[in-house]
């Protein structure tokens, strides 16, 4: 694949990203998440979230695990959250 084709690629995965269905609000600064009518009150501030973050590297590095194992951990977290 060249360059031009993967950073045309990498830019819809963008645009995508940014459009309503698949945009995420930052929590750490928004209103308390609503899920299926119930207000869910989200006390993750950023503290608590790097201690998060931390916890799924120890536990990764503990086990062995592969380092994109805590990216991903971390991203649905903040997919969750969001």
Request: proline share 6%; with cysteine; net charge positive.
């Amino acid at each position: 694949m060249k360059r031009d084709e993967i950073m045309d690629r990498i830019a819809a995965m963008r645009r995508q990203e940014e459009s309503p269905p698949y945009r995420c609000r930052d929590y750490l600064r928004g209103p308390p998440n609503n899920r299926g009518g119930a207000a869910v009150v989200v006390s993750v501030d950023a503290t608590c979230r790097t201690r998060m973050i931390d916890w799924c590297r120890a536990v990764s590095d503990a086990l062995d695990l592969s380092p994109e194992t805590s990216h991903v951990a971390s991203s649905y977290a903040d997919r969750y959250l969001s």
